[in-house]
């Protein structure tokens, strides 16, 4: 079992900046891809950024030239540093992670995790 436990959300005004942290624990082998998802009140779960394990990323167009993530490997976190926030960035924001975790006699077993979520308004 991986749990992902998300930190960093809160109140901010328009124009300001948040960072997000996620970290993973459990009995992880290795995380492939760490990412942000966001849900924003009557939307459907959107993809924010992703990170590769060798730090390749991709973002959603919404807030590319904005949003940064990044990751520590050593430490199975993963950032995500949000500048000039917009009110249409208000949403829970979601982490997730998929890779291998150890499982009965150093077996492997895939893994995908989403941690709890943590709120960010984003105020005018």
């Known amino acids: 079992q991986v749990q992902l436990v998300e930190s960093g959300g809160g109140l901010v005004q328009a124009g300001g900046s948040l960072r997000l942290s996620c970290a993973a624990s459990?009995?992880?082998?290795?995380?492939?891809?760490m990412g942000w998802y966001r849900q924003a009140p009557g939307k459907q779960r959107e993809l924010v950024a992703l990170?590769?394990?060798?730090?390749?990323?991709n973002y959603a167009d919404s807030v590319k030239g904005r949003f940064t993530i990044s990751r520590d490997n050593a430490k199975n976190t993963v950032y995500l540093q949000m500048n000039s926030l917009k009110q249409e960035d208000t949403a829970v924001y979601y982490c997730?992670?998929?890779?291998?975790?150890?499982?009965?006699?150093?077996?492997?077993?895939?893994?995908?995790?989403w941690g709890q979520g943590t709120q960010v308004t984003v105020s005018s």
């Open positions: 459990g009995n992880i082998f290795t995380i492939n891809r």
């Open positions: 997730n992670a998929d890779g291998s975790a150890l499982g009965v006699a150093g077996s492997l077993r895939d893994f995908r995790s």
């Open positions: 990170i590769s394990h060798g730090g390749s990323t």
